[in-house]
């Protein structure tokens, strides 16, 4: 009798260790289907293209749907991982702090006001459900929201958190945010529960991450393409050579930091006895630059024909083009009248860098100043009040040397830069050589200073020689 009995009980022990595992087993094949359904729902989205918005919303309810909640929210992370602010949120998702004034007047017929309460909020990390999921790293779960003192227990009854899991969102052990759900529709969250959001937050954080990834991919590509354009541009606005000019030598040299730069230079054919020479520096960089130095380029070539005043061709061109530059946008700009008949210039100084003389055989420098401020950022009264125009008689073997900052301002290792003092003594030491070789020794020196240290600005320089 004894003997039937231990094995019954036995036999009751093994039928209901084995009904505890089939229980389990089919708990983990279902949690597995429901993640692969969720992953086929995520990726479907994801191959869309969907954007980030749209993706962790397509989440939120995927995840609500399958655990069968009444709300939800993704919260990410600030860049110092500091603190958390909600991106998503998909139902009645009460805020984390009961400081949120007249809302639960509200909340019933606007939800939207509610969403916005929510998404207006900062949770630090460690505080509250959500920022102590953040800090811990961890999933947790309130079974009883009225018993947690995590849980803010605000007034109204539609915004009570009976239940809520929240889990964080990793990607290689670095929290990027957290996922939340409250208030489950058949009662209150398990361990099961838990297990199976644990499990979406999981396949969630790849694809976000995978999104975040896609999209800075499409971000560059779209960059690149706009830099494509902008070279394009860039390269028609350089001149091909320099012009052969009957008892002148001229050179230039020109080096963007980037792969686009914001300097340019030019020639003019203003009349048969006169030549334009222009050197400009728009602020700024990319496409928006480009199309900015491309349209002062036309204007120029337009307004300058037949004009022998270069004040009065800045001052129209600045005119025509302050309204229509964006407000952080200016072209530093000299430009410069050569008249090749008597060899004379007249210049004038847009806030660009003076002109460097160097006279007397090379014995001698002089820098020729000339007030005027940038184009672009007076629509013309103070514009026109502050421009001058300079004038310059040439000799024999006099040389113009006309240069943007990036040439001043270049670094070496100690960050000393090359300075005008440098430029000067470059032009001086080769000035009976010719425009070419001096614009040579200008470039290489600056080379040997710097040193192989990155350039960090464009370097634009153009030599002319009287012969």
């Known amino acids: 009798m004894l003997a039937a009995l231990i094995l019954l009980f036995i036999y009751i022990r093994l039928k209901r260790r084995h009904f505890l595992l089939e229980k389990e087993k089919n708990a983990l094949v279902q949690e597995k289907e429901v993640v692969v359904c969720f992953l086929q729902d995520i990726g479907e989205a994801f191959s869309e293209g969907m954007e980030l918005d749209d993706l962790l919303k397509k989440i939120i309810n995927c995840s609500i749907n399958l655990v069968g909640a009444s709300a939800g929210a993704i919260f990410l992370s600030d860049p110092q991982r500091k603190y958390l602010v909600a991106k998503i949120v998909e139902g009645i998702f009460p805020p984390m702090t009961d400081n949120i004034g007249l809302v639960a007047d509200k909340v019933s017929t606007k939800t939207r006001y509610l969403e916005d309460i929510l998404k207006k ?74 297990s199976l959001f644990n499990s979406l937050a999981d396949q969630a954080s790849v694809s976000i991450n995978n999104a975040r990834f896609y999209h800075a991919l499409a971000e560059k590509n779209r960059i690149d393409r706009d830099l494509e354009i902008a070279k394009d541009i860039q390269q028609l606005l350089i001149p091909e050579r320099c012009p052969d000019i009957s008892g002148y030598q001229v050179a230039a040299y020109s080096k963007a930091a980037l792969e686009l730069g ?22 700024g960089k990319g496409i928006s630059a480009a199309i900015v130095m491309a349209t002062f380029r036309g204007m120029l070539n337009i307004i300058a024909r037949g004009n022998k005043s270069p004040k009065s061709v800045l001052s129209e061109i600045n005119r025509i083009m302050y309204s229509d530059m964006k407000k952080d946008m200016f072209i530093s700009v000299l430009y410069l009248i050569l008249n090749t008949r008597n060899h004379s210039i007249v210049a ?58 990036g040439i001043t301002e270049a670094m070496d290792m100690q960050r000393r830069e090359f300075s005008r003092e440098n430029l000067i003594d470059s032009v001086m030491v080769s000035s009976a050589e010719n425009a070419g070789n001096i614009a040579k020794n200008i470039e290489d020196r600056i080379a040997r200073f710097t040193g192989g240290v990155e350039q960090h600005d464009d370097i634009t320089l153009l030599v002319l020689k009287k012969v």
């Open 121 to 194: 909020e900062k949770i630090e990390y460690g505080h509250s459900v959500i920022g102590e999921a953040a800090k811990k790293e961890v999933p947790i779960l309130v079974e009883d929201g009225d018993k947690d003192d995590r849980v803010p227990k605000l007034k109204s009854d539609i915004l009570r958190i009976r239940t809520m899991m929240a889990v964080p969102l990793k990607i290689k052990n670095e929290v990027i945010g957290v996922m939340a759900i409250v208030n489950k529709w058949s009662g209150r969250f398990t361990s099961t529960d838990l």
């Open 348 to 405: 004038s100084r847009a806030g660009h860098e003076p002109i460097l003389l160097i006279h007397d055989q090379g014995r001698k420098h002089k820098l020729i100043k000339g007030n005027g401020i940038v184009i672009g950022i007076d629509e013309g009264d103070i514009f026109d009040k502050n421009l001058e125009e300079t004038s310059i008689n040439l000799l024999k073997d006099d040389i113009i040397v006309l240069y943007t900052d």
């Open 262 to 283: 914001g300097d340019y230079y030019d020639f003019i054919n203003v009349d048969d006895d006169h030549l334009g020479i222009v050197i400009a520096d728009v602020s």
